[in-house]
């Protein structure tokens, strides 16, 4: 039988087509990993009309209609999925020109930002958390900053809205032993990579590689995936790259 991940912002910068969580299933493991596991692979986006959706299902990714802020549209778009990898973009509505409109009066842009996305990711963890077999619900986030810092930055809403989201998840029994995230500072095939490729633009991307240490009953069993350039070593069920742990 045939599994199902489910990707969702498959036509934005962190799961491109060129260094993404699509090369992980379709390039760098086709045809000896993806085609004899039975993977199959769907993409959700607002937009299935668009150029870059009818590329993708040029490639042979299922497109399907779903929006961060329509949890029941969510829920639709995950039936199925073995697998789920989730992304929100602070970003995309900072530079919505609607989101001077919606925010409210007096309030700071970015402060607005991070309510919207930590309602989408909270959105998410709540359609996710309906998938009866789900193995794997894996969420793009990143570090905690009041934490790491000591208290120094205690208001970083493009970070802050990210990790509140990952706490939730993990506040779900349905998600528990389920939920893992990733965190990656860069993005290089974003706009970051240019510090990346001036530090490290010799080297082969191969040689770079991401591993987080921690708890098992934190993140739980964890996964090889390729986000951007880098190979995020946890471990199975996605296994077919997976680097030692250390």
Same mark, same amino acid.
């Given at each position: ?62 497109? #399907? ?9 969510? %829920?639709?778009?995950? *039936?199925? &999925?073995? @697998? /789920?990898? +989730? ?79 990952? #706490? ?9 032993? %389920?939920?893992?995230? *990733?965190? &990656?500072? @860069? /993005?290089? +095939? ?57």
């Amino acid at each position: 039988m045939s599994k199902l991940i489910v990707i969702l912002g498959i036509t934005g910068v962190q799961v491109c087509y060129s260094c993404s969580v699509y090369n992980c299933f379709v390039e760098a493991l086709s045809p000896t990993y993806l085609l004899t596991a039975g993977w199959k692979i769907r993409g959700v986006t607002r937009n299935p009309d668009s150029d870059n959706a009818k590329e993708w299902a040029a490639k042979g990714v299922q497109i #399907v209609k779903g929006d961060l802020d329509d949890v029941e549209s969510l %829920k639709r778009a995950f *039936v199925g &999925a073995d @697998i /789920i990898f +989730s992304v929100t973009d602070f970003w995309t509505i900072f530079k919505d020109p609607e989101s001077q409109n919606k925010k409210k009066p007096g309030q700071e842009l970015v402060e607005y930002c991070y309510e919207v996305e930590l309602q989408q990711g909270k959105n998410i963890a709540d359609a996710a958390a309906t998938v009866p077999n789900l193995l794997r619900y894996i969420f793009s986030s990143m570090a905690n900053a009041t934490t790491s810092s000591n208290g120094k930055y205690a208001k970083l809403y493009r970070m802050d809205s990210k990790v509140e989201a990952a #706490v939730y998840a993990q506040s779900f029994p349905a998600l528990a032993g %389920k939920f893992s995230q *990733v965190q &990656a500072p @860069i /993005i290089s +095939s974003s706009h970051g990579s240019a510090i990346f490729n001036l530090l490290y633009g010799s080297y082969p991307a191969a040689l770079f590689a991401v591993v987080a240490t921690c708890e098992s009953d934190w993140l739980g069993p964890a996964h090889a995936i390729w986000y951007g350039d880098f190979p995020y070593a946890r471990d199975d069920p996605l296994r077919p790259y997976s680097l030692p742990r250390h």
